[in-house]
Each structure stands twice: as C-alpha cells, then as structure tokens.
C-alpha cells in the first residue's frame, strides 16, 4: 500500500502543530485530556489532545501494514518528531509519550515487526524497504527508551532485548551493518540504565559476551557503545569484565569532550552527560581503566564541570563520584 492511500487521513506535519494557547508547546500532561473524544469539532482541541490523536493515528497505520510491501519509514518519523519536539521541552514530557504508546501495546506491535523485517533485512535477497522500516523502528524505540521507564519495562516484557541480542550475534559474525547494530546498543544501554532491574535477563540472555566481543570491532561509535552497556551489565564487585583497551576509552573521553561542549549536554548519539559521567564512574572501578583515564586527561573535563556554574546538581554528583572512583587506582597520585 502506498504512502498516499494511508497517510491520507493525517493532517500535514510542522514544527509548531502541537502548539499551546501561547503558541509554543509546554507540556505533555495526558492526564489532564480527555480521553474520550469522538470527534473533532471546530473549536481547537487541548494540544495535547491532538498529540494522542496523532499518536493513535500512526499507530493504526502501523497496526495494518504489512512489511513485505509497505514503507513505514514516513509514519515512523513522524512519529520520532514527535518525540523530538517533547524532549526540546523536557524529559518529563518526552516519558510521557512513551508511557501512552505502551498503553496501546505500541511495543509489541514494533517487535512482532522487527522480529520479521530483521530476518530479512539480513539477507542478501532483502529488498532496501525492508531495512528501512527496520532501521526506523530502531530510531524511534532508541528514542522512546531514553526517557520513558514503562517504554523499558515493555522492552523487557516483549522480550525485544533478547531479539536484540540475538541480532547483534548475527551481525558479528557476518559483519554487517554499523547502523543496526548502533542503534539496537543505544536501545539496550537506556534499558538497563533505566530499568536497572532487568540487569539479570540481560545477562541470561548474552549481553556480556555479545558486549565483549564487539568491543574488538573497528567502528568506534559501536564499540563505544557497547562498552557502555557493559558497565551497566556488569557486576560492579567483579570490575574486571569492564576492562578497556586504551583507544576504548579515549573514545569515552571524547565523547565526554563533545557532550560538555555540546549546548545541549549530548554527544549527538543519544547519549546525554549525566548518564556518560555515570558509566564513566563505574568505569573507573577497574584501576587500570582508572590510570588509562587519568593519563587520557580526565580530570580536566571533571574540573570543567565543578568549575562552570552551568551544570546540574546530578551532573555534578557524577562527577565526584567519577572522580572517588579514579582516586582508588594505584599510584594516580
């Protein structure tokens, strides 16, 4: 089906379509909509109203398609735009979003999906659409996943992470694809980081190996990635599974470079500078990653921040506690 057969009953997208009566978007507070409207009146309906019933709308189209034959990548971005314009005002309201997709089985929807397009999309017969729709639905659970906890726990439940896993076997021993399997860590990394109880299916399910065995791969941004899920993965009294080589972790620093000179606080990767200073702590607790990262000049990003009156009062805490972890190595005085 085609992209002007389904996407017909929507209105057309812009930046400033979920405005306020100020005309700017203030908030996600889906408590405060009524949930039962039926139809829409001239009158103009609470904005975020009109975000459940866009939400509702591209769920439906989703719902329906069928992936051998249908390019989903449009409803997904817009979808993920969505989200962008949440996230621009804050966490809070982005969480929100994600809290009511799962209320309509959203991600267990994108699972059955991605369970079917990935086998696919891994062959060398796999039509371009099919990776496509594959790397879209990966954008936007990427997204969802790191601010919306419920988002995680559907993750969990729908055992999308095992999949997730398995993928990324795959594509080890095949050597395919950077983008999937980039994507498929970032959604792994803001699981466990924001559902920390989930840390034991992780576990059964390989992420420790699959982690460890991509930390030898030459792409930086996933052998970054994957090593940060390893700091979540693993027990923090056994810091010899965390072991970095050198050039692992002057790609931590860098990217921690590019976060604190980034105006809003991120790498371009999804990763923001709390959550790095905090995998970066639990980094440290390996000496010899702690020595690597003192002669990598770490401390002076960690004064950047204790200096500079611009950074949060989280962000601060996980600096000192980076900087009581590096104090613990042997002769970093």
Known sequence: MSRERNLE???????????????????FDTDSCDSNVDTLTNTKLDWCEKVKNEVSSLFAIIKKADLRTTDLKEPLSELLLIWKQLRNLGKDDAAKMGDYMVTLEFIQVLTEFFERGIQRALTSSSPLKEKDNVLSFLDLIGSLTDTSKKVCESVVSNDLHTKLIETLRALFEKRLEEDVAGTSFLILYNTLRNFPDSKIKFCKAGVVDICSKFL?????????LALLVLTFAADLDAPEIIQATKSNLWLIIRWLKETLDSPHKDNGEGIHLEELLESMSRLAMNKTNALEMVELEVLQHCLTVLVEKKYTDEEVKWTLMLIWSLSFADGIY
């Open 9 to 27: 009953i929507l209105p057309s997208f812009s930046l400033d379509r979920y405005s306020g009566p100020s005309g700017s978007i203030t908030s």
């Open 216 to 224: 030898s791969t030459e792409q930086p941004r996933i052998k970054t």
